[in-house]
C-alpha cells in the first residue's frame, strides 16, 4: 500500500503493519496519534482461512478461500464497494456469491474478477479505470467485462487485465502513456494494448509493465527517474522491449519497477531515493539492476547460466575501477589463471562471460587490480 503492508501465512492467517489512519490495517482500530499513527510491529487479524491479498492507497482488499471478498480502510470513493462512502476498521463482508478469484487495489479503487471471469470494478472513476464506459464513482461493483478475464493490475488511477487469449487491455490515466496504445488520452472503456502472447502484468503509479510468453519484459507509461528500464528517462506511450527472455515474473512500485528471471535473480530499475531497491545503496538506475538474491551478501558476487554451456559472473564493484577474473581448476593446490579484464560501469555491475571446462571442477575470483 502507501504506507502499510498485508501479508499471508502459509496457515491462511492474515497480518498487517504500518500506517493505520484510515483503519487499513483492519485490527479495530484508527490509530491516529503517537510516534508510528499506526504499528511497527506485525499484528495478526484473522487466525486463517485467508488466501490472498491487496493494498490500496489507504485501504485493503483481502481474498478467503471460500471466494469471499473482505475490505477495511478508507472509502470515500466507494473503493470498498459495501454501498456506503465512510470507511471501516474492521473486515467487512463485500461479496459472497460467486467466488472472486482475483483482486487488485489501485489509488481509491479497487478491481475483482469472478469465477465466471467477469471483471467488476469500484471505488474513484474519475478518469474511466473502472472501465464501466463513465466517470463516475460507484460505492458497488459494476460489471466492467463479462467474461475471458484471467488477471488484473490496478495502478494510481489506470487499470490493466488480462483475457485468456492472452490480450493485454486497458483503461483510465493515460497522461503518461501508461496504456501503452499510442496516445495520451484518457479512456473509461477497455480497449486491446496488445492482441496476444501476454502472461503477466504490473501497474505502477503511472506506469505499466508487462511480460510476453517468451519470458520477455515490456513497459510503458512514465520515465522520469527510469522505472521503465530502457537506459532513458523518457516517457513513452507504446509498450518497448526491456528484456528479451527468460522473465517470470513483474511487480511495480511508484516509481520503481522489479522483476524476476528464471534463475530466482532478483532485478531493479527507477527510483531508489528510499532504499526500495534493497541494494545498499540509495543509487537510482534507468537500467536494471541485480538486487537482494541475486548479488549475495559475500563479495557481491553471483553466477548466470547462458545458453551453450557458457556462464555469467556479475560482480557489483566501484564505478570506473578495473577488476580481474582468474580462474582454477582446483584448490589444492590453488592455481589462478588470469582469463580477462573488466571496468565496473555506471551502474557499478562488471559482466565477465567465459566457458568453463565441464569435466573438471572450476572455481573463480574478481580482483581489483591497477
Known amino acids: 500500500g502507501q504506507y502499510h503492508s498485508l501479508w499471508v501465512k502459509r496457515?491462511?492467517?492474515?497480518?498487517?503493519?504500518?500506517?493505520?489512519?484510515?483503519g487499513q490495517l483492519g485490527n479495530g482500530v484508527f490509530s491516529q496519534v503517537g510516534p508510528y499513527i499506526g504499528t511497527n510491529q506485525p499484528q495478526q487479524i484473522l487466525a486463517s482461512g485467508v488466501a490472498s491479498v491487496a493494498a490500496g492507497w489507504?485501504?485493503?482488499?483481502?481474498?478467503?478461500?471460500?471466494?469471499?471478498?473482505?475490505?477495511?480502510?478508507?472509502?470515500?470513493?466507494?473503493?470498498?464497494?459495501?454501498?456506503v462512502y465512510y470507511g471501516t476498521n474492521q473486515p467487512q463482508h463485500i461479496i459472497t456469491t460467486n467466488p472472486v478469484t482475483a483482486i487488485a487495489a489501485g489509488y481509491q479503487h479497487s478491481l475483482l474478477v469472478k469465477n465466471d471471469g467477469s471483471l467488476w470494478a469500484m471505488g474513484d472513476n474519475t478518469y474511466g479505470q473502472l472501465g464501466a464506459g463513465a466517470f463516475a464513482k460507484t460505492n458497488r461493483p459494476v460489471l466492467a467485462v463479462t467474461n475471458t478475464v484471467t488477471a488484473i493490475a490496478a495502478g494510481y488511477q489506470h487499470s490493466l487485465f488480462l483475457k485468456n487469449d492472452g490480450s493485454l487491455w486497458g483503461m483510465g490515466l493515460n497522461t503518461s502513456g501508461q496504456l501503452g496504445d499510442g496516445t495520451f488520452i484518457n479512456t473509461n472503456r477497455?480497449?486491446?494494448?496488445?492482441?496476444?502472447?501476454?502472461t503477466a502484468i504490473a501497474a505502477g503509479q503511472f506506469h505499466s509493465l508487462f511480460?510476453?510468453?517468451?519470458?520477455?519484459?515490456?513497459?510503458?507509461?512514465?520515465?522520469?527517474?527510469?522505472?521503465?528500464?530502457?537506459?532513458?528517462?523518457?516517457?513513452?506511450?507504446?509498450?518497448?522491449?526491456?528484456?528479451?527472455n527468460n522473465v517470470v515474473a513483474v511487480a511495480g512500485g511508484q516509481n520503481h519497477s522489479l522483476f524476476v528471471k528464471r534463475d530466482g535473480s532478483l532485478w531493479v530499475m527507477g527510483d531508489n531515493?528510499?532504499?526500495?531497491?534493497?541494494?545498499g545503496t540509495y543509487n537510482p538506475t534507468n537500467r536494471p539492476k541485480p538486487s537482494v538474491g541475486f548479488i549475495v551478501d559475500f563479495n557481491h558476487v553471483a553466477i548466470q547460466r547462458l545458453t551453450g554451456g557458457a556462464v555469467r559472473l556479475i560482480y557489483e564493484g566501484l564505478v570506473g575501477t578495473n577488476y580481474a577474473l582468474d580462474r582454477s581448476l582446483g584448490l589444492q593446490p590453488v592455481n589462478w589463471k588470469p582469463q580477462l579484464t573488466n571496468i565496473a560501469g555506471a551502474n557499478s555491475l562488471c559482466l565477465f562471460t567465459n566457458a568453463p571446462n565441464a569435466a573438471s571442477n572450476n572455481f573463480w575470483r574478481v580482483r581489483s587490480v591497477p
Open 190 to 198: 477497455p480497449e486491446m494494448i496488445v492482441a496476444s502472447n501476454v
Open 211 to 244: 511480460l510476453k510468453r517468451d519470458g520477455s519484459l515490456w513497459a510503458m507509461g512514465l520515465n522520469n527517474v527510469g522505472q521503465l528500464g530502457d537506459g532513458t528517462f523518457n516517457n513513452t506511450n507504446r509498450p518497448e522491449m526491456i528484456v528479451s
Open 58 to 83: 489507504n485501504h485493503s482488499l483481502f481474498l478467503k478461500s471460500d471466494g469471499s471478498l473482505w475490505a477495511m480502510g478508507l472509502n470515500g470513493s466507494g473503493q470498498l464497494g459495501n454501498g
Open 273 to 279: 531515493t528510499f532504499g526500495q531497491f534493497g541494494d
Open 11 to 22: 496457515d491462511g492467517s492474515l497480518w498487517t503493519v504500518g500506517f493505520n489512519y484510515y
